[in-house]
């Protein structure tokens, strides 16, 4: 059985399309950067603290066969992250800082299962063009950019903007595909760098 501790349908969407079968169990976690946390461990903690969290919840039942998927993207340019925009005014600001530059999207991703807690990290690096006004303020209009990091998504209405990557595309929509497979195969099999699931999120 697997649980995806998200309640973003792009995940779900992506888990579909690899042929998934699982079910949705939001996580309520602080979301917030701690003190002198770098994008990189930030995306990592999130994602194992979501994991964890519902992997507690079933603490109750048989878990001999369950494995609970965590993830949390972030958007960086220039070592900051921009996670999802408050109102319009944050969203153009994001995307201003964005435009015509070269940015990094990181995707934390976790796996609980009785063999232990499997975590990763993936990153993409996205190349922005410029953004004419008249295309900022219907976008802004829209509403597209207003839950999701960064002000936009790169299946949307803002691939216009997005000449190239390199890395994987599905990271930048939120869950890098082949390696939560990879994760997930782990989690099932104990494969290496494993440890035992923490039985609290402090331990984490």
Request: net charge negative; with cysteine.
């Amino acid at each position: 059985m697997l649980i995806l501790a998200s309640s973003s349908p792009r995940r779900s969407e992506l888990l579909r399309l690899a042929g998934l079968d699982f079910t949705v169990e939001p996580a309520d976690i602080d979301e917030r950067v701690q003190e002198g946390e770098n994008p990189a461990k930030y995306v990592q903690r999130l994602a194992m603290e979501k994991a964890q969290a519902v992997w507690e919840h079933h603490a109750a039942e048989d878990r001999d066969h369950l494995r609970v998927l965590g993830a949390d993207t972030t958007v960086v340019c220039d070592g900051v992250i921009l996670g999802k925009p408050v109102d319009q005014a944050d969203a153009r600001h994001m995307l201003e800082k964005l435009a015509g530059r070269t940015h990094q999207v990181l995707t934390g991703i976790a796996v609980v299962s009785q063999r232990g807690l499997f975590s990763e990290i993936d990153i993409t690096q996205v190349f922005f063009d410029l953004i004419g006004e008249k295309e900022m303020v219907h976008y802004l209009a829209s509403g597209e950019p207003m839950d999701k990091a960064g002000a936009y998504g790169i299946q949307g209405y803002a691939a216009r903007w997005i000449p190239r990557i390199e890395g994987c595309f599905f990271n930048v929509m939120g869950l890098p595909l082949a390696r939560t497979m990879a994760l997930l195969a782990r989690a099932r099999e104990g494969t290496s760098e494993t440890q035992p699931p923490p039985s609290r999120l402090s331990a984490l």
